[in-house]
Each structure stands twice: as C-alpha cells, then as structure tokens.
C-alpha cells in the first residue's frame, strides 16, 4: 500500500481539505479517498489497524477534515477500544 500512504502523506502535508485546494493539488476530495483506500485497507488490516492507518492523518487536518475522518471510522471501522 506505498501508493495510499504517499496520498496520505500529501494529505497531512497540505492540512486543508477544501475541495478546491486539493483539486489544485490533484487530490480527490478527502470522503472519495477515504471511501475508495477503504476498499484496500479492509482487507489487508484488522479493525484496529485500519482504524490507526486512517487516525494518523487526524492532527495534521483541518476542522472540517478531523471530522469527516471521525465519521468515516464510526461508519467503517470498530471503535477503538478504551483503556479501562
């Protein structure tokens, strides 16, 4: 999965998901990238892990970005378990 971690990269980078923004840096929207590496990462990780390759991106996004992410792992991917 070099490609998808290389797109992700660039996402952290750049920070803003803005539509615009990322279409002038060739990025798909952030929801079409999460919905479509989704695909791939599903069946090469466990809930866990597919959960932590996605959070990884959450601090270097923006607002709107976090929660799209957040969104996306409640819709896609169990909950992280809690430490209790």
């Known amino acids: 999965m070099p490609y998808l971690d290389q797109i992700r990269l660039r996402y952290m ?4 998901t803005d539509a615009t923004f990322l279409h002038q840096h060739g990025l798909p929207f952030l929801g079409i990238f999460l919905v479509r590496s989704t ?3 599903r ?13 990884a991106v959450l601090a270097r996004l923006d607002e709107n970005g976090r929660r ?5 792992l409640e819709q896609h991917f169990a909950p992280a378990a809690s430490a209790g």
């Open 68 to 72: 799209e992410v957040a969104v996306h």
């Open 13 to 16: 980078g750049l920070q803003s």
């Open 39 to 41: 695909a791939f990462i």
């Open 43 to 55: 069946p090469s990780k466990d809930d866990a892990h597919g959960r932590t390759w996605f959070e």
